[in-house]
């Protein structure tokens, strides 16, 4: 049985984490062969380094905040978050203000296996 608020509070702390700039927190959670989606390139990343790599490398480019707004389990056991991001260049300026929607899937052992945008 999938246990909802367990997976919820995970992707809680990988949030937080995110926003902390916290990248050993971010992989801490993920399979080790997870698939993250580039969304800068639009092709997916592969294995927790480098999805690591991936994050430390965004830092650097842009300043992004993401919020959870929903967490919504779906039947198969993915779940969807609605959350709102505010990205800003790194001098500060408003780069963009959205509400993103990321599908998270997970394995059986409850580590985040993928995570693709919706």
Known sequence: ??????????????????????????????????????????????????????????FKLMDIEVSPLTFDPLPDGRMVVTAAQTMKKPDGTLWGNERVTHVITFGKDGLILRMDPS
């Open 1 to 58: 049985m999938v246990n909802i608020q367990k997976r919820r509070r995970k992707l809680e702390a990988l949030y937080e984490a995110y926003n902390r700039r916290d990248v050993a927190a971010m992989v801490a959670d993920l399979d080790p062969q997870a698939e993250w989606m580039d969304m800068l390139q639009g092709v997916p990343i592969k294995g927790r380094e480098a999805i690591g790599a991936y994050w430390t490398a965004q």
